[in-house]
């Protein structure tokens, strides 16, 4: 069975640059989380959906991210205008909400912002 | 507020020796929790969990305890191989916010052959 899929798997970018990163959650999977990964903070949640709908948007850090869910299938984190500090591995997770809360992960997105 | 801890940032043990990880929570209405293994460049892989009703999970060379009145839990790994290094987390769920976890920091395990 195909896991979570993430794309691309590297990201380079220049600063003011606008990023998209994409997940695709496991099939059948009704929650999707997005984190970030830095060294200062560890795994940061940035914000989760379940049934295609944003429940909670708290972690996002600036008005500069936004996600989007428009099918179960398919989900989008979105940064512009991009910056240094946005440097980090940003990773997708799904699960099934209802049938246990164990979440599973993608490979993550490393993005580099220059 | 951290909600969930891991007060070692760190952990070297010797091939075939036990390895103890350590988690501590603060929200008593945390009741399912789990553990994470995270080798470089991939993604967290679920390692093994414990619902707030057992005080003991194992599978295989893995064993989670949980004592709810310390608010503690554990990840033993026996005995540990070199293959084991990784970041290992803790994470909690209250069982509402669709699915939504707590994590720790992290404890970075190294096993040395």
């Known amino acids: 069975d195909a896991g979570v899929i993430q794309s691309p798997r590297h990201e380079v970018t220049e600063m003011g640059q606008e990023v998209t990163l994409r997940c695709k959650p496991i099939?059948?999977?009704?929650?999707l989380f997005w984190y970030r990964q830095t060294m200062m903070r560890g795994l940061e949640l940035l914000i989760y959906?379940?049934?295609?709908?944003?429940?909670?948007d708290s972690g996002m850090p600036e008005d500069r991210f936004s996600a989007k869910m428009p099918n179960a299938s398919f989900s989008t984190l979105k940064i512009q205008p991009s910056e240094p500090r946005d440097s980090a591995v940003y990773f997708c997770?799904?699960?099934?909400?209802?049938?246990?809360?164990?979440?599973?992960f993608g490979p993550g997105t490393r993005l580099t912002v220059l | 507020d951290q909600q969930v801890k891991q007060n070692s940032p760190s952990l070297s043990v010797q091939e075939g020796r036990i390895s103890i990880l350590n988690c501590d929570y603060t929200?008593?209405?945390?009741?399912?929790f789990l553990w994470y293994k995270k080798y470089p460049a991939e993604g967290p892989t679920f390692l093994i969990s414990i619902s707030s009703i057992k005080d003991k999970n194992e599978d295989g060379r893995f064993t989670v305890f949980l004592n709810k009145s310390a608010k503690h839990l554990s990840l033993h790994i026996v005995p540990s191989q070199p293959g084991d290094s990784a970041v290992y987390f803790c994470?909690?769920?209250?069982?509402?916010?669709?699915?939504?976890?707590?994590f720790g920091q992290g404890t970075i395990l190294t096993v040395h052959p």
């Open positions: 959906f379940n049934n295609n709908v944003p429940i909670d």
């Open positions: 099939s059948g999977h009704n929650s």
């Open positions: 994470a909690a769920s209250d069982g509402t916010s669709y699915g939504k976890l707590t």
């Open positions: 997770a799904s699960s099934s909400y209802g049938a246990g809360d164990t979440q599973y």
């Open positions: 929200n008593s209405m945390f009741d399912y």
